[in-house]
Structures are given as C-alpha cells and as structure tokens.
C-alpha cells in the first residue's frame, strides 16, 4: 500500500520518543499521594489528552471533589515530576531507527512536522537533540482544544503551508487516529491504543515502515 502525501505530521509522546512512560510514572506518583487508583489501562486513555482532561480522568476513582485550585496544584506537582523525568533525556533516546527514518523522509523531499497535545513539546525536542529539526511545529500551548479535536493538526498543516489532504499524521493514541480523521488527513497507527482501533488508515508494524508506505 502506498500513501500519495506530501507531509507527516508526527505525534510525539509515544511515537518520536518513549515520555509516555515518564507521564505514567508522575500520574502515579501523584495517584499513589491521593490514595487513587491508577494503572497502565487507566494509563492508556491519557494518551494524546490533555494535562488538565488527562487529570479529570484519574480523578474519576476519587471519593471526593477537588477545588480547581487544588486541581491546579496537582496538575503543577505532575509536571514537575515529569519534568524532573525529562532532564534525564539525551539525544541518546532518540533511537537511530526514528533519526534514520527522518532523514530519509526529508531526503524524500516530505516536509515533517509535529503534533503534540503537550505543552513541554519544545523542552523534550531540546534534550533529545530535534530542537531545531522540524518544518513546523504545534503542541499545547497553540490550542484550546485537545485530541480527538483536529485543532492541533489543522494548525500543524497550516504552520507548514499544507493542505490536510496532503498530511499523513502518525500517532500511537487513539484519540490522535480520531483527531487526524477529523481534520481530513491519512492517519497512521504506530502502537498504544492507536494500533487497530478500527478508525487508523494504516497500522505501521514500525517506525521504518514509513518508508515502505510513503
Ligand atoms: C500528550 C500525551 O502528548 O501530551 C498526554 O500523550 C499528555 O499523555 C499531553 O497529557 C499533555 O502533556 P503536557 O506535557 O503538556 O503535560
Ligand atoms: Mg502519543
């Protein structure tokens, strides 16, 4: 099979690099403080949302309400912890499959952007050494609206001068698959709860297998 597109636009927890596992371990962290309960299921749907929407789901299996402001505080206390995470992060976690793949799509000719609900987008390009690679990023802190809203791929499209025809969109979330559907672009699966979900155009067995198909 083989996708006619002239950009990709990547999601980045979970696809560019493994920080979905660091997520988990500061929900937890601060899940284990309030006496929830959390695990890697409850993990699953935190992929691609938001930190505040990400915070209302853990909050579910709480017996009581929380102010916004105490909300407020422990979203802050996570991404702390996540932050305290990240600084561990090098260029060495970047993985010579996702480097080599990249490089060989941009020789292709495609333009390559990002994607991503997270608002430390740009701090975790830095450490891992892709500060400056992109044509184009979007993340967090350029939209109202999370996934499965298209907003944060409709703007990627438009910060690189694309039409969403024209974008292929790569995710590891499901509700990434249905943000790429919704703005009209080919959505690619790799991993998480993206990987058969029944809405994804495509299930990527790789990250290199970008190159078979594109
Ligand atoms: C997404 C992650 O990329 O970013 C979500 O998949 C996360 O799990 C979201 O909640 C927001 O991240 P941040 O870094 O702004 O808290
Ligand atoms: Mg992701």
């Given at each position: 099979m083989k996708f006619e597109k002239k950009a990709v636009i990547f999601d980045l927890d979970g696809v560019i690099?493994?920080?979905?596992?660091?997520?988990?371990?500061?929900?937890?962290?601060?899940?284990?403080?309030?006496?929830?309960?959390?695990?890697?299921?409850?993990?699953?749907r935190l992929r691609g949302v938001s930190r505040m929407a990400s915070l209302e789901i853990i909050l579910e299996r709480s017996d009581r309400e929380y102010t916004p402001a105490e909300k407020e505080a422990f979203a802050e206390e996570k991404n702390n912890t996540y932050r305290e995470l990240?600084?561990?992060?090098?260029?060495?976690?970047?993985?010579?499959?996702v480097k080599d793949t990249l490089a060989e799509l941009r020789r292709r000719g495609y333009l390559l952007s990002i994607g991503s609900s997270s608002k430390n987008t740009k701090f975790i390009l830095e450490r891992i050494g892709l500060g400056d690679f992109f044509d184009a990023i979007a993340d967090g802190t350029d939209i109202t609206h999370s996934k499965p809203d298209p907003e944060v791929f409709l703007c990627s499209a438009r910060k690189l001068g694309m039409a969403p025809a024209d974008c292929a969109v790569v995710e590891d979330a499901r509700a990434g698959i249905q943000a790429?559907?919704?703005?009209?672009?080919?959505?690619?699966?790799l991993h998480g709860d993206a990987e058969g979900c029944g809405e994804e155009d495509y299930n990527l067995s790789s990250f290199a297998d970008l190159l078979n198909i594109l």
């Open positions: 690099c493994f920080t979905d596992r660091f997520h988990y371990q500061a929900w937890k962290a601060l899940a284990d403080r309030l006496g929830i309960y959390f695990d890697e299921t409850i993990n699953n990240l600084k561990t992060m090098t260029p060495a976690d970047l993985t010579d499959e790429a559907r919704a703005a009209g672009m080919t959505a690619l699966a």
